[in-house]
């Protein structure tokens, strides 16, 4: 079974500052990818960034990154920049047997 | 992107009644849907799998009397909450799988 924790519910950043939001999982999938999704007050959940688990190199997206650690099970989202439109509930997660799993989510708020 | 419709986007409904929401992939086929749920500031709770032609997969707790789940095409997929209560309010979120899950924008159901 796969689980998913974040462990920060809320996090706030200054406009065009940077934050990093944390995720850590656990899993018993061999091939498996994790992602990033943001819902903002529209409550449409929107991808923000995917990361295939075989793959070494972290996964970008313009002003979003990943730190995938697979050996420490981490999986923390960089947001570069922040700007007012970021400002939503984020969600970490990763599949299993076809399902999505996801965290408890962060809330971000951004100060302008 | 793929794009995933839900009707209708906001009900309300007397005790007792049965409420049905659809979920649609508009511009492709999904052999696979899923029924999530979701409370104020929580994260989605995955209620059931919903499979074309077949039935649906229910998640250890959901009712399947109380919820349940037709999906009678490769673009169309429904949730009928029978007899409705209070505590059946809530947020009622759609995916369809095409390559990767894509989310309709939600219903807000509210039981008076």
């Known amino acids: 079974a796969q689980t998913v924790t974040q462990s920060q519910p809320e996090m706030s950043v200054q406009e065009a500052e940077t934050v990093t939001l944390s995720c850590t999982y656990d899993?018993?999938?061999?091939?498996?990818?994790l992602f990033w999704y943001k819902q903002p007050p529209s409550r449409q959940m929107i991808l923000v960034i995917r990361?295939?688990?075989?793959?070494?190199q972290n996964a970008t997206e313009n002003r979003f990154s990943v730190n995938f650690q697979k050996a420490a099970k981490s999986f923390s989202l960089k947001i570069s920049d922040s700007q007012l439109g970021d400002a939503a509930m984020y969600f970490c997660?990763?599949?299993?047997?076809?399902?999505?799993?996801f965290g408890q989510g962060t809330e971000l708020s951004v100060k302008p | 992107g793929a794009v995933v419709s839900q009707h209708p986007s906001w009900v309300i409904c007397k005790s007792g009644t049965s409420v049905k929401i659809e979920c649609r992939s508009l511009?492709?086929?999904?052999?696979?849907m899923f029924w999530y749920r979701q409370f104020p500031k929580q994260s989605l709770m995955l209620m059931a799998t919903?499979?074309?032609?077949?039935?649906?997969?229910?998640e250890q707790g959901v009712e399947k009397d109380k919820f349940l789940i037709n999906h009678a095409s490769l673009t169309l997929s429904t949730l009928t909450v029978t007899s409705a209560h209070p505590e059946d309010s809530s947020f009622y979120i759609c995916?369809?799988?095409?390559?990767?899950?894509?989310f309709g924008p939600g219903t807000r159901l509210t039981v008076l």
């Open positions: 995916s369809a799988r095409g390559g990767e899950q894509f």
């Open positions: 990361q295939e688990a075989y793959k070494q």
């Open positions: 899993t018993s999938e061999s091939d498996y990818y």
């Open positions: 511009d492709f086929q999904a052999t696979t």
């Open positions: 997660g990763g599949n299993q047997g076809g399902k999505l799993i």
């Open positions: 919903s499979n074309e032609g077949s039935k649906a997969t229910y």
